[in-house]
């Protein structure tokens, strides 16, 4: 489904430039910010829509504890009245760290001779997505360094690779991915092996400072990198995700930037990024940032909340690089996706199988601070009274947009999100997770079903769960 936007006369032109410094500077810079301006804006987002630049502007510079309070009150109440409380479970799977470019904040940058290299084979890859199945998970994320091996024919080759594992009852139902932009070609390639989204991340939307951490590769090209997603666009791939790497220059520009970005996917394509990402910059073997841009945890926490009422129908993406105590606070902002039981060494997955193995920074990209188990992260969402998920029925059913589908369509969520979410922790749940620990986990399925509400979809539900109980996999609406 896509969706006419409004267009907040923007005239941007497909495939072309869109970040102007300047703008995002003077909007910044002229934010009229009053406790009455600022109860505006949230309550325009409170109201389902997207902000603009000078209303997200007015965002970034509330900055008094009251103020941060009601935006971060208010990103919880979008998140639980307009998305509920599923959150969506993936891992991330590295299948090589082959690169020639030199990003100076990234372990795998071409002239760190420290970096052990590696690229898995097939029968590597395998023995890793077996292992990530054996754990429960049914969502991958594969990432790539920027290398010649890593050709859309590559890539589309270990796509297609990891749906063919099965184990036990689990398969991978959707891989989505983080590599280098392609050509419009090299991303129809891609898109023929299935991929649900397709990230890359501009890391940092200041042309001057990308240059200064893009030292050389075909990453140094600040304009090329700006128009990948287009190219997808042009490919037919829409599903697409777009992110910043905060602590690269000032996080106020960056969300004003992702913002921006949002904006031109709409008005040149009609249809806006799938999921948005803000990963901090984490330690990295050879890594050398200064810290004049760090980013501290009371701004990030507020950051997500920002961006959840800026573009309140995209999907954030959340991952392990935050320890688990930030993660817990800025779920309850509106993160939809979190990754969980995340290894980053190439092939760990299945080389330990037992639990927190030390980070060896040689092997790895970055530090992660979150390095427990999918079953200690699902536990401590059921606690929290999530209602974690692994569905992926949208995708399968060539329901594109889901995001926004959830976001705009009355019903929608409780229709068809909800129910599978239920119906896919009900799969982990007897498939993976033993049986005291499931106790409190059902619990949580039981009021979810109740709070539907609708009779008839109730005791479908139920009886679907039933049936899974018997035996039945991979039931959805
Ligand atoms: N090589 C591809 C690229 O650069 O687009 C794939 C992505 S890279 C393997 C995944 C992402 O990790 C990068 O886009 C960047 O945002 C992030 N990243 C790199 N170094 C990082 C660090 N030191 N801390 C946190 N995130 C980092
Ligand atoms: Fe290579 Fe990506 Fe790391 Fe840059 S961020 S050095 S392109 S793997």
Redesign the pocket.
């Known amino acids: 489904m896509k969706f006419i936007p409004e267009k907040y006369n923007i005239k941007d032109e497909p495939m072309k430039g869109f970040i102007d410094p300047n703008e995002i500077w003077e909007h910044i810079n002229n934010a009229k910010v009053s406790m009455e301006r600022l109860q505006e804006v949230i309550q325009k987002s409170l109201d389902k829509n997207r902000l603009n630049l000078e209303e997200v502007a007015v965002l970034v510079n509330a900055d008094t504890p009251e103020m941060v309070e009601m935006i971060k009150k208010a990103a919880t109440k979008l998140k639980e009245t307009v998305y509920g409380n599923r959150i969506v479970l993936f891992a991330p799977l590295y299948v090589g ?1 082959l ?5 100076k ?6 002239s760190n001779l420290e970096a052990v290299r590696k690229t898995l084979t097939i029968e590597e890859l395998e023995n890793d997505v077996t292992s990530l199945l054996d754990n429960g998970h049914k969502r991958l994320i594969l990432v ?4 010649k091996t890593y050709s859309p024919e590559f890539i589309a080759d270990t796509v297609r690779a990891v749906y063919k594992v099965k184990s036990g009852n689990g398969n991978i139902r959707r891989v989505n991915i983080n590599a ?1 932009p392609l050509d419009i070609e090299g991303f129809k390639t891609v898109a023929d092996s299935g991929i649900g989204t397709y990230q890359v991340f501009q ?1 940092t939307y200041h042309p001057d400072a990308y240059k200064k951490y ?1 030292i050389s ?1 075909k ?1 140094a090209n600040y304009e090329n990198r700006l128009i990948a997603l287009d190219k997808a666009q042009e490919a037919g791939l829409d599903d697409v995700g777009i992110g910043a790497l905060f602590g690269l220059y000032d996080w106020r520009y960056e969300v004003l930037a992702l913002v921006r970005h949002t904006n031109h996917l709409e008005a040149c394509y009609n249809i806006g990024p799938h999921t948005i990402s803000f990963p901090r910059l984490q330690d990295a073997s050879q890594y050398d940032i200064s810290d004049e841009y760090k980013v501290s945890d009371e701004d990030f926490t507020k950051l997500v909340a920002i961006l959840r009422l800026a573009v309140p129908y995209t999907g954030l993406i959340l991952t392990a690089r935050e320890t688990k105590e930030i993660r817990r606070e800025v779920l309850q902002y509106g993160c939809s996706q979190v990754d969980a039981g995340t290894k980053i060494e190439l092939g760990a997955y299945s080389e330990d199988e037992e639990g927190e193995a030390k980070q060896d920074l040689t092997k790895e ?1 970055f530090l992660i601070n979150d390095n427990r188990s999918l079953g200690e992260v699902i536990d401590e969402l059921i606690e929290d009274e999530y209602l974690p998920s692994f569905c992926t029925a949208c995708y399968r059913l060539g329901r594109t947009g889901e995001h926004f589908m959830e976001f705009s369509v009355p019903g929608f969520i409780k229709r068809y999100c909800t129910p599978n979410a239920i119906l896919t922790l009900s799969e982990y749940l007897i498939d993976y997770s033993d049986k005291e620990k499931a106790v409190k986990a059902w619990k949580v399925i039981d009021k979810n079903i109740e709070d539907l509400k609708e009779k008839k979809l109730i005791i479908e539900v139920r009886n679907r769960i039933e049936r899974i109980k018997k035996g039945e996999r991979d039931l959805y609406f």
Do not use: L, R
Not at 99 to 103: A, G, K, S, V
Not at 105 to 110: E, L, P
């Open positions: 760290n690169c020639h470019n030199n990003c904040y990234c372990g795998f940058q071409a790539y360094g920027e290398h280098a890391e893009h590769g990453k990209q």
